[in-house]
């Protein structure tokens, strides 16, 4: 029942058809790509064949006996012409729709330079800060943007879309009130939304909120609150408003904030571009989407969102934050500050799940300031209130309708019209889209950067204006200056970075200037386990410069979607098919979400069972930090199951507390193969138990990678399952997302899964709510996913697989000769990757893992995945996408790290000042000075194998100081250059 | 008169009216866009605004009255928007037109990386050695690439299209039978050229031959040739024959070869695809176009031409020739080799004038070898050779036409028709293109490796064959064999570089690694006098990604090209206007085509008024060695000028050879502003003084830059100017091309502009002869320029000129206090580049100009134009893309570099090992070994200057041995690595 070894997928196709095109993908998919390289692996792990190598690595109870149904692969060129088919489908209308979606222009050369630039979009999250100061300077130039524009002094590195930062907001204000709280208090938790959020916000905030159990008021914050927040049932967390609000309006929150005082905290969704003109309200908190700074809407995403807050929320701060710190040798450096929030450490006490998030987006957003500058940016923002007031009046003058309101807005208007079929008729046969508001006869408009005279024109003909947009604005003389209570003063952005890269060479050589300070996948393997960084091909990426695909707002009616709709329904039957499912969904933005939105799913169905009461959730210790943290998210309690020593699950805890809690247990969750890197012969047996006892088995598919055609959760025993299609799926990982988690789930969970307030996902009414701004999340990206698996076919796909488990495998065998290796099966094999355990050489010679780390750098890598799942320990995952003269380079370096390590074993070395403890060694430090009390020289510290002296890359700062910058936490950019200052603490 | 000061243009926009596009492009390409900044410079030159400073730099009698009559600037995305309608107009038919243009897959990583990626396309060409090892690299692959498949020992780098090439292999003939001919002879020199070569080729080739007094015999090689070799009275000096030929024939010339013997080369026009397959022709140079290799057709090119010969031809081989050497450390590096065969050497004596050619195009030919590899370039080809013959054989069963010819051919058919009117009109209606050849009721159709089975069907059925392709294949059972007297045996491209990228990860490494040591634009500015090297902005270069304009053959019907006939017939204006010409040609594809068009114009000219006897040249001592060498291609006798102590011409030396040559004066070349970097007062009298004696008045328009919208060739008195688009109009260097010549001219000329023998350009009968083998040239690349027009407008392109202009002065009164400025007008001033005098260092500190541009790649810096125009001197041109930051960088390590040359003078460094003669220094270098022998640190070696520490750019080499790589000329890679081998001298 194996599949056959496949070796004509990657050897160059062979000739059995002249007319075969010859442009066939797997073969430059899989790095190993000749069968005499696969052959030679095979042949060091002692087996003559693949499939005599699988059955030793997969026990023969889970390995899968179908073959996988997926459409022929396709060559690239012939996918590039069903790309462009299904471009040709969308229909790219001007939409004027807003909601948190505008046009906004990406200048060309951050197009270019970063978005289409593999050196920028295949980096990883930069937890190796020494070779990453690039992109960190990016994000802190982002903070430094959100924080300036907030007037707040805490900027996260980005989250990831405005209605999951507005239910982090939310969750912030929840996890401030609930130790104040006593634990005797009866009072419901009560959080008040503003019914002038935009409708997607609210309802994915009452959907974490229902969670927790915490209950969402909707109304008028400015009318209705006054009862709520003295009720004496109920405890008031927090009140979210937006401003200038879904209607467009700019409402003054002042008399609020007074109203609420120092105890409830004020959180406002807002609008970047709108602050530049605009002061900003007087909330705590503050989030929203940063897209109208230069990214594409994307059918929805991915894009920014930004939240900032007042420095006494900061440690419950959601997300990565780049803060400021110094390396070893004094030196400024930057690096991810105060990841003890993170749930790696806090598991289910966490503040929150979020991993993956928009750093890419993030990046370009800031690179847009950047490129404006604060003067750029406010012309900007003055255009678009400037063309607003116009068309307002000309509306006005017409005869179709009435704008609504106060008279005081940016970019939104909203409309009474006589007749609102009619005009969206009108509208629509112009290609132009409003808003239906669910208000009757009630429109909303919203322009952009985008917008043109013509566009205004053709607005106000619509509307039965006969003036001309140029006629009303010279009668206008200029827009309205804002009230005074209304207008920003002060200057804002005068950093230098904001005001020095203004000219396309500057902004060039910025970005290709931090771009050298990043290792990336352009220069060498990046073997982080868990993470599976594989190739990020070209032709994967290429919807993402075509404007059907990037153009077109989340909201539109759907026959403007065709293309979109047709891809997105291949890829979830793709995706069914390959985890052996019945149902996706693709709304999730990252894995986290994935899980946060597979166990409600599972909480749903267990709900219409008459089992609600269910909330226990088993989790192995091994789990990734997410899993605990989101089914906590669910308000569900966590039970942890033991593993033993050889890395598996223990089956007897698993049986005795699925037993204990089998009227309460809602959900297993497991990964598989498992975080430990190996695939547990008794995985069945465990869904099966959980099953009996009443729950649900929820299984993280991180490492799906492992899986592919040679077996699939929903045969395990999953009845949900989240991907990561930033690991597996070739969507790159862009320096900390963006990223993809969608779902699978068995049928009887289908019903369940989420639907969306504006767009129907098809679900149906028994559908959750969503939990992602937009109905198919991210999906802009989805079409690098749906390109990967159409070019690889069933066999490119199952033989990537097996490429993978093979890579794993060979450098496991060719590194145990030299290090010990954590977990293997009971054949001595190891999944798709593999754990190091060095924690031996902190007695023998006071090296810790971080120490091999940082070496490694040294010999121009990545690390692998540090201390997860195992304190102290390195676990690599090669993919299939590296080539045997890569993986050889990689254990070279291992090796020859082994060997330094040996030299203080002999006291050949010092312990505290040696190759591994003074690494990542700089071109400044090898340089500059004296070179005493080294007992070692600079060559054998740069140039420690052959190979480096033709292809080094060198970490552009020391080691970073970790504790330093946490006690000293800076989030910003320094408004002056650095050395001319000389007041922080570096 | 003058023009306003324009601060407008450059500040960001002033809302003068709300609706005006923000993302205007002026303020973004000229890099001091604050005014702010131009004031600074303004004030440290002494003036008090633009005018001021324009009067006392541009003579008043040279200055213009007139405004340029441009359309108003577009935004980029106005720009964008137009391009994209400029697209739909043009209509991609499927055209299997052949003649040298074929579709090809270009893939996709090779596009993204290094097609649209400006850390290659902004290289210039590698001169500097050291800084330049990545494309250095590549051209070496490409030169294997050509030397393996033809059999041929050297290859160079690139020529500009195949017809030049061939036009090239006829003057290498020429010049090597030349020395052997007594001065006596009085044969007629001629050149045999096959009738079965393309007919553009013939058509280019009869020109240049004629232009150098040779005859061509234009006949069938095989049979006619007998007389002309034994004719009496003549001396044939090469045969050029085509293989396969331009009918698809392939021919066995083995018979021809040794008729002609040892004594007259065989040239064979070839294609290297098919060369995998099939065995070279027993020719001494084999040329062609590598087109099929991953370039687009674009309208006719740019693509990479070849030329290889047998080592007896190397020292007349024209063109870039990229060698193996060693640096100073003796490790293995690669430089331009046989500098001296060079037009800047030789002048009127080089071989050719070619110096811009088609690097970028090569790399990438290249690297689509690297990638496919040996076995899949073979298949390639293979499959094209079998579909060919499906082909056939279906047509053969057709009812609609016969094949023509013996039945042995690659990817060309030629087939006689009944109605060849209906089926050219049935095939256009399935949008598909034949070549509908001279001879009567005959197509040609040729496929490539764009073809899929389904066009093959397509093409079946429209020859009335009622058979599917996969039947007819089936029943072939393969294609034929090929005769074994063609049969291509033995292994080709086993060099590790073939044979281990062809995973796109590892072809990603590839690319980047070699990109990493190269200095680019991305890095630093590259002020290179008379290069331009000014932003090459990513709005421009859009096109390039737009298979509307990459898959035009240039040869379709001109209504499928409208988008292209549009854009052409708007930049021809627009330069027209600019230049203050009448006409312009796009045709020449480099600045030395465009001098040689243009004096061929001349001649004709000349020839219609009955004075085609004259036949003297004037130019000046100061002009570029392309002028001459030029000059010396049209069969003109040069008579050089002398120029005074300032720089400028000795009006009196001028005025006496002008008179004395007043019967024979065809014309005077001269470069304004002069390649000395000054604007001479008199030019206008020269002109006249040329003019009265009969001569026409070529203008050398490399320095344009310095002249739009202030001043014009026109205006000034010149009948004819080429311009670089490559310099002045943003086509980027891309390490050495492509370029852009095209020369505007006065009407009377108009009449003599360039004709094209297959698509006519417009020009009419008495038009000269091509002088390239694509109607419009470079059409691809085209719109570039015609963007940065749009973009720029009358205002920002004179703005543009006098930031430039600012900028070279600025510049130069920073240096003038530390070094002499050797040449400046009467106020002081300078032009748009101006010359350091470092001579006399060499007696001071035994210092020369190489000594100063090596160290300045310590500093970051490319060097300035070395030792041109005058000897041992260094010549910077800034252009206005710089912000003035950059520039006060570049001053201040030119000033830094001074002062270590005064350590020397004052004997505080020694003479022979200091830090400008040890210069580049290399990371190796630095760390590797002892630091004894130093009279510096390695500290300063290094950083010399504050913010090296932040961003440092290395060499990757250390100083090249240029005269050992001349003695041990290697030009193609090693067979094995070098450290393997370690035959090779290094
Ligand atoms: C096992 C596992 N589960 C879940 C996640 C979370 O995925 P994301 O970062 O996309 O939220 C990760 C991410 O590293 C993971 O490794
Ligand atoms: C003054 C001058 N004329 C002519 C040329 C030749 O132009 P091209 O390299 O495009 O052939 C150059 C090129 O550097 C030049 O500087
Ligand atoms: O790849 C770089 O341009 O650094």
Chains 1, 2 share one sequence.
């Not at 990453?132 to 590195?157: C, D, F, K």
């Not at 006054?226 to 927090?238: W, Y």
């Not at 993470?531 to 032709?539: G, P």
């Amino acid at each position: 029942y194996l599949h056959s070894t496949q070796s004509t997928v990657t050897d160059a196709p062979t000739k059995k058809n002249i007319f075969a095109p010859l442009d066939t993908f797997a073969r430059r998919h899989i790095g190993p790509h000749e069968s005499s390289n696969s052959e030679k692996m095979l042949k060091k792990l002692g087996f003559e064949n693949f499939d005599e190598f699988i059955k030793t690595t997969i026990p023969p109870s889970v390995l899968s006996s179908r073959d996988l149904k997926i459409s022929e692969p396709l060559s690239e060129r012939e996918l590039h012409k069903r790309l462009d088919e299904l471009a040709d489908k969308n229909k790219v209308n001007r939409s004027y729709i807003g909601m948190g979606y505008t046009g906004s222009i990406t200048p060309a050369p951050i197009t270019r330079n970063i978005l289409e630039n593999p050196a920028w979009y295949t980096q990883y999250t930069p937890y190796q800060a020494e070779i990453s100061q690039g992109r960190l300077e990016g994000l802190l130039n982002w903070q430094t943007l959100v924080s300036e524009l907030t007037g707040l002094s805490i900027s996260n590195a980005s989250l990831l879309d405005e209605a999951t930062a507005a239910a982090e907001g939310m969750a912030m204000c929840v996890s401030t009130a609930l130790p104040k709280m006593k634990k005797s208090d009866s009072k419901k938790i009560v959080f008040f939304v503003d019914a002038n959020c935009h409708p997607q916000t609210i309802n994915v905030v009452q959907a974490r909120a229902h969670d927790l159990g915490v209950q969402v008021r909707v109304g008028n914050a400015l009318s209705d609150l006054k009862d709520h927040s003295q009720s004496s049932s109920e405890h008031l967390v927090g009140v979210l408003v937006q401003y200038p609000d879904t209607n467009g309006q700019i409402i003054d929150y002042t008399p609020l904030k007074e109203k609420l005082g120092d105890k409830t905290p004020l959180l406002a969704a807002t609008n970047l571009l709108a602050l530049t003109l605009l002061k900003p309200p007087p909330a705590s908190i503050l989030l929203g989407s940063s897209q109208n700074f230069g990214i594409p809407m994307a059918y929805g995403g991915p894009h920014a969102a930004f939240l900032a807050c007042s420095d006494e929320y900061k440690r419950r701060m959601p997300g990565r934050l780049v803060g400021v710190s110094k390396d070893t040798s004094g030196r400024r450096a930057l690096r991810l500050a105060l990841q003890t929030r993170e749930q790696h450490i806090r598991r289910e006490k966490a503040t929150s799940n979020i991993c993956t998030a928009q750093a890419l987006l993030a990046n370009m957003a800031a690179m847009y300031a950047v490129y404006h500058g604060p003067v750029g940016l406010k012309q900007i923002a003055e255009r678009i209130r400037g063309m607003t007031q116009v068309l307002a009046e000309g509306i006005q003058k017409g005869d179709a309708g009435d704008v609504q309101g106060s008279g005081l807005f940016f970019d939104t208007l909203t409309i009474r019209v006589k007749d609102r079929e009619a005009l969206l008729k009108k509208a629509e046969e112009q290609g132009i889209n409003f808003r239906k508001h669910s208000t009757e006869n009630t429109v909303g408009i919203t322009l952009d950067e985008t917008v043109t005279e013509a566009d205004v024109n053709d607005l106000l003909r619509l509307f039965g204006c006969n003036q001309m947009a140029s006629e009303i604005a010279q009668a206008m003389n200029g827009p309205k200056p804002l009230p005074e209570a209304f207008q920003r003063s002060g200057k804002v952005l005068q950093q230098p970075v904001f005001n020095t890269y203004g000219s396309e060479t500057e902004l060039l050589r910025y970005m290709h200037h931090l771009q050298s300070k990043d290792l990336s996948l352009t220069h060498s393997m990046i073997p982080l386990g868990s993470c599976t960084m594989k190739l990020n091909a070209t032709s994967e990426m290429l919807a993402l410069s075509k404007p059907e695909f990037m153009n077109l707002h989340p909201f539109v009616p759907k026959d403007q979607a065709q293309g979109y709709a047709e891809l997105i329904s291949e890829l979830e039957k793709d995706l069914s098919e390959i985890t052996g499912f019945d149902a996706v969904s693709l709304q999730p933005n990252s894995g986290a979400q994935g899980e946060y939105a597979g166990l409600r799913v599972i909480r749903a169905y267990l709900d219409a069972q008459g089992q609600g009461h269910r909330d226990v959730c088993l989790i192995p210790v091994s789990a990734h930090g997410t899993n605990p943290a989101s089914a906590a998210m669910c308000g569900l309690r966590v039970v942890p199951v033991k593993c033993d020593k050889d890395g598996n699950l223990d089956m007897s805890d698993l049986a005795s507390k699925a037993e204990k809690h089998k009227d309460s247990l809602a959900a297993f969750m497991v990964t598989y193969p498992s975080t430990f890197g190996v695939f547990e012969p008794r995985v069945k047996e465990a869904c099966e138990i959980i099953h009996k006892n009443g729950g649900q088995v929820y299984m993280d598919g991180a490492n799906m990678n492992a899986q592919i055609g040679l077996c699939s959760p929903g045969e395990i025993g999953a009845d949900v399952c989240h991907l990561n299609l930033h690991k597996t799926f070739c969507i790159p990982h862009g320096g900390g997302g963006p990223g993809v988690g969608p779902i699978g789930v068995k049928a009887h969970l289908q019903p369940y899964l989420m639907e969306h307030p504006i767009v129907s996902t098809g679900v149906g009414e028994k559908g959750v709510p969503p939990v992602a701004a937009a109905p198919w999340g991210s999906a802009g990206i989805l079409p690098i996913s749906w390109s990967y698996i159409k070019m690889m076919g069933a066999n490119g796909l199952t033989h990537a697989t097996k490429i993978a488990l093979l890579s794993a495998n060979y450098m496991a065998k060719r590194l145990a000769e030299h290090y010990k290796i954590l977990y293997t099966n009971e054949h001595g094999m190891v999944a798709h990757e593999f754990i190091l355990d060095v924690r031996g050489f902190k007695a023998s010679a006071g090296i810790e893992a971080v120490d091999i780390a940082k070496r490694l750098q040294d010999y121009g890598f990545h690390a692998p995945t540090m201390s997860w799942p195992v304190a102290n320990t390195l676990m690599i995952e090669p993919t299939e996408s590296e080539s045997l003269a890569e993986l050889d380079r990689y254990c070279d370096a291992l090796i020859a790290i082994r060997e330094e390590i040996a030299e203080i074993e002999r006291d050949e070395q010092p312990r505290d000042s040696n190759l591994l403890k003074n690494s990542p060694h700089t071109q400044r430090d090898l340089l500059v000075g004296e070179w005493k009390d080294r007992s070692y020289s600079r060559e054998r510290a740069a140039y420690p194998l052959p190979w480096l002296q033709e292809k080094k890359f060198w970490p552009s700062v020391g080691r970073l100081d970790d504790a330093y910058g946490d006690l000293n936490l800076f989030c910003t950019c320094d408004p002056v250059a650095a050395e001319e200052e000389g007041e922080r603490p570096y």
